[in-house]
């Protein structure tokens, strides 16, 4: 069971599922960091989600970077004793990074990611910078990703194959690598060597809705799903996305989930 003491570190905290998740964390007492590019623009998120500036001033510390500086990550995952040289490491990561589409009138071609590679990018320097950390704690990592990427069982409606596996192909190999890196790197992969204690995979049917914690359905409407038996719908909504983590995974430590790739839809 996680304790409002410890410390979770967001990345992508802009981003619909991130942004709710964080927010419930904050109005549970959690403590958090998160990295942001604009960090006024995530204050100004958080405010409208009903926070208040104290709640943020007392338990949110905004660092402003981006996922390739390095440095900025081990700010994010780490957090200095005060009055002591003690360096506390945060005990989970929730991530919900991922490329933006670019629309174009095109049969062949008809969606493009502005980087297409960021999920890959991101876990390669989330590892560096754990790595470069030498922390004895290691920290487990959940992860937003998508349907339609399982080498298990299909995980999507017929409906929406065509979507999925030919124009999502590249955010969706992005994915799928995001996943590869980061059980590599797990103490609970095969090799059982890694700087993650675990790793969760969220595979979300296609996301609708925004943020907003209170326009969602509830976190408990969700059907719920693993890789082998994946519970297969059309859509979910962001926010019931990001409630969902809170309440399974960050409120509980998530230990029971370690390993998993866990399929959300309504």
């Given at each position: 069971?996680?304790?409002?003491?410890?410390?979770?570190?967001?990345?992508?905290?802009?981003?619909?599922?991130?942004?709710?998740?964080?927010?419930?964390?904050?109005?549970?007492?959690?403590?958090?960091?998160?990295?942001?590019?604009?960090?006024?623009?995530?204050?100004?998120?958080l405010l409208?989600?009903?926070?208040?500036?104290?709640?943020?001033?007392?338990?949110?510390?905004?660092?402003?970077?981006?996922?390739?500086?390095?440095?900025?990550?081990?700010?994010?995952?780490?957090?200095?004793?005060?009055?002591?040289?003690?360096?506390?490491?945060?005990?989970?990561?929730?991530?919900?990074?991922?490329?933006?589409?670019?629309?174009?009138?095109?049969?062949?071609?008809?969606?493009?990611?502005?980087?297409?590679?960021?999920?890959?990018?991101?876990?390669?320097?989330?590892?560096?910078?754990?790595?470069?950390?030498?922390?004895?704690?290691?920290?487990?990592?959940?992860?937003?990703?998508?349907?339609?990427?399982?080498?298990?069982?299909?995980?999507?409606?017929?409906?929406?194959?065509?979507?999925?596996?030919?124009?999502?192909?590249?955010p969706h190999?992005?994915?799928?690598?995001?996943?590869?890196?980061?059980?590599?790197?797990?103490?609970?992969?095969s090799e059982?060597?890694?700087?993650?204690?675990?790793?969760?995979?969220?595979?979300?049917?296609?996301?609708?809705?925004?943020?907003?914690?209170?326009?969602?359905?509830?976190?408990?409407?969700?059907?719920?799903?693993?890789?082998?038996?994946?519970?297969?719908?059309?859509?979910?909504?962001?926010?019931?996305?990001?409630?969902?983590?809170?309440?399974?995974?960050?409120?509980?430590?998530?230990?029971?989930?370690?390993?998993?790739?866990?399929?959300?839809?309504?």
């Amino acid at each position: 069971m996680s304790s409002p003491s410890q410390l979770i570190a967001f990345f992508g905290a802009t981003g619909g599922c991130t942004n709710a998740c964080l927010t419930h964390t904050l109005q549970a007492g959690f403590h958090a960091t998160a990295l942001a590019r604009t960090p006024t623009k995530l204050t100004t998120m958080l405010l409208a989600q009903g926070l208040s500036q104290s709640v943020l001033d007392s338990q949110l510390t905004i660092v402003k970077g981006d996922i390739a500086n390095i440095a900025a990550i081990k700010a994010v995952l780490t957090k200095n004793t005060a009055g002591t040289d003690h360096v506390e490491l945060a005990t989970q990561i929730v991530s919900g990074l991922g490329a933006a589409p670019i629309f174009f009138k095109s049969v062949t071609k008809p969606v493009v990611m502005d980087n297409p590679n960021v999920c890959e990018q991101a876990s390669q320097n989330i590892v560096q910078a754990l790595t470069e950390l030498h922390h004895d704690d290691k920290p487990t990592i959940t992860v937003v990703s998508s349907t339609g990427i399982s080498d298990v069982k299909e995980d999507v409606p017929f409906g929406l194959r065509f979507l999925y596996h030919v124009v999502l192909k590249v955010p969706h190999q992005d994915k799928k690598r995001m996943d590869e890196i980061l059980n590599e790197n797990a103490a609970t992969s095969s090799e059982g060597q890694g700087v993650l204690k675990g790793v969760i995979v969220i595979r979300a049917s296609l996301l609708t809705g925004d943020q907003d914690v209170k326009g969602g359905k509830g976190w408990k409407k969700l059907k719920v799903g693993t890789e082998d038996k994946p519970a297969i719908g059309y859509t979910v909504r962001r926010q019931d996305v990001g409630e969902w983590i809170f309440q399974e995974i960050i409120k509980t430590g998530g230990e029971s989930r370690l390993g998993q790739r866990i399929t959300l839809t309504n």
